[in-house]
């Protein structure tokens, strides 16, 4: 069952049993060298070490066994793309298998000792014979059970296909608009679901510094007023607050030094998402500033900033997935304009820097449902958002409570100004805002401080 394996002195293999690498070892099995018996042969240069070479021998033909197991695994996830658990199915079926059959019979090869001459150079050398009269079945069984595999693996494929199709596709209808990008707008989502999770921001990464939370609340309010002065996208706020919170977490500045890396983030965000006409230059951030910092300043610390990153910029943005969340939920273009408001609060609260944008996203537009007309968050929007409502609760807690402080609040009142305005449907007035489902979902918080 296995192929000669010759040794050298120092007890390094010239050549492995099994090629895993080139060939799927299930196929192998079912070709005549697996059960066709016969003395397998390797040299030994070190008789003293002769049962240690043994053991070494009958371990590497384990090793093998269980290279080729890892190796039909990796290449049975490419079978069928989404559905990784039919190869980890197909890995345990195999597992059980080669633990019941091959690795026992890996132990049971007979080993003798004799000479041979080697060109001029007499050597000793190990026959291993394989005399286990079940490995041809084994095979037999092997190759049978694969085909099983297979029609298990296909039909697998048509229940997760009729399964997806109870879920409305939100996207069907986009085909003819080219710029929704409807052909791989689920693989974008997917992709910026994986990258926010790598380019995450830790809870209390401002423990031990010099600037507290009230400082960055301060800094986050100036900067949303400065935003809104120059009329920037609202993609360039989102993104300055979380270049502004990746930074501090790996680079303690002074809090006579906050302004400026806030200023820097502002216009590292605006050559980001703005286009080059709308973009304000860097002379009218320094005169914003009262001109505490100079032109030269800002762009050292711009430098700075993209070398802390690794230039790595493009963060997920909650603006992102709202978006995507809406389309899900079919909602009203006020339900969008409450969440917004709701998600736009969330940039001042220290003790929400560590959740994702995805999640508070999802959060907002649940809880702007809950608040105008107690709609519920439906499967579909399950499904597309990836999170359920018992999972979003928490959540919707944290911005229930800057609901309530932001009614009383005087000194953080940039959003809540804002949000006056009729464009964006004078949302601060809803009355919904005064309920008592936001007291009572901010009431554990609310105590705690």
Known sequence: MFRSVFVSSSGEFRKPWMDVDKENPVHMMGKGNVHVPGLKRAALADRPNFANK?????????????????????????????????????????????????????????????TARRGEKPVTYVDTLQRDSRAKDTAERLMQDRKVWRASILESRRTVVSTK??????????????????????????????????????????????ITAHMRAVLIDWLIRVHSRFQMLQETLYLTVAILDRFLQVKSVSPNKLQLVGVAALLLASKYEEAQIDAPEIKELADITDNNYTTTQIRQMERMLLRCLNFELGRPLALHFLRRASKAANGTVKNHML??????????????????????????????????????????????????EVH?????????????????????????????ESKLMNVTRLSELQLSTVKSLAAPLLDNH
């Not at 693989?187 to 790598?198: F, N, P, T």
């Not at 999802?362 to 449902?369: D, I, K, R």
């Open 165 to 210: 199709t109870t879920v409305e596709d939100i996207d069907a209808g986009d085909s003819e608009m080219p710029h929704l990008c409807s052909e791989y707008v689920k693989d974008i989502y997917a992709y910026l679901m994986d990258l926010e999770v790598k380019q995450a921001v830790r809870p209390g990464y401002l423990k031990g510094y010099k």
């Open 54 to 114: 043994v053991a070494n021998t009958k371990f590497r033909t384990v090793l093998h066994v269980n290279k080729a197991l890892d190796s039909v695994h990796s290449r049975t996830h490419w079978m069928i793309p989404g559905v990784p658990w039919v190869a980890d199915e197909v890995w345990e079926r195999m597992t059980r298998h080669c633990n019941r059959h091959l690795k026992p019979m890996a132990n049971k090869v007979t080993v003798t000792q004799g």
């Open 392 to 420: 979003l609760k928490p959540i919707m807690q944290h911005i229930a409570k800057n609901i309530v402080v932001n009614e009383g609040n005087t000194t953080f009142k940039a959003v809540k100004e804002k949000y006056l």
């Open 339 to 388: 969440a917004k408001y709701l998600m736009e609060l969330t940039l001042l609260d220290y003790d929400m820097v560590h959740y994702r944008p995805s999640e508070i996203a999802a959060a907002s537009l649940c809880l702007s449902q809950l608040l105008l007309g107690g709609l519920p968050w439906t499967s579909t929007e399950q499904h597309y958002t990836t999170y359920d």
